[in-house]
């Protein structure tokens, strides 16, 4: 099975986080990931993939323009169905970045996804809309991002593995 991590990243710090979430997904069999910046997406391995996680920074307490641009003219890709999860990274804990989650989130449910957190419920890490990277935080966070690429890539085998959708 495919899952998708789509990104912009200008300084590089969303793009480590990309890669340290991958390497949770990996933590779980049977699973190909496609890291891909928003100029170089993969359109078959998108659209193959069951899962797409979405990452941005926050960019004036908000999702970054770069990635609600794709969405605003995004209509080529059609996501309908899979499953999509978000992450951020910020330089403040209030600097605004679970707003950019939920930005991203309004744009999944726009497209129809099925959007799952990584599930606060299942314990710690308390994860409530997606992870958050604050500067002061980072290197810390790196364990909180891979737990969450492990419980989607988890999530994504419960939905689909056997199911004909
Ligand atoms: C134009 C701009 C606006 C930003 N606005 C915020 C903000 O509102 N809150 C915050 O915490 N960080 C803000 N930042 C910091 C970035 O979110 C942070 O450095 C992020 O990790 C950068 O990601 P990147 O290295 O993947 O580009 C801003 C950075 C830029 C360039």
């Known amino acids: 099975m495919k899952i998708s991590i789509l990104y912009f990243s200008k300084t590089g710090n969303t793009k480590e986080m990309a890669n340290v979430i991958s390497r949770g997904i990996k933590k779980v069999s049977d699973f ?42 995004g209509n080529k890709y059609n996501l309908e169905g899979k499953l999509g999860a978000v ?19 309004n744009h999944l449910m ?14 710690k890490p308390f994860i409530h809309l997606g992870p958050v ?13 891979e737990i969450f ?6 999530k994504t085998k419960e939905i689909f593995l056997n199911k004909n959708i």
């Open 149 to 154: 690429g492990e419980r989607i890539a988890l």
């Open 32 to 73: 190909e990931v496609g890291i891909f910046d928003l100029e170089n997406i993969d359109d078959d391995f998108l659209l193959e993939s069951k899962a797409v996680i979405f990452g941005t920074p926050t960019y004036m307490a908000n999702t970054c323009w770069q990635l609600k641009k794709w969405f605003d003219e």
């Open 133 to 145: 990277a604050i500067d002061e935080n980072f290197e810390k966070s790196k364990k909180m991002f």
């Open 110 to 123: 726009v497209k129809g996804m099925i959007v799952y957190s990584g599930g606060s419920a299942l314990g």
């Open 87 to 105: 992450f951020s990274t910020a330089h403040y804990a209030q600097g605004g970045g679970d707003i950019a989650l939920l930005t991203l989130i």
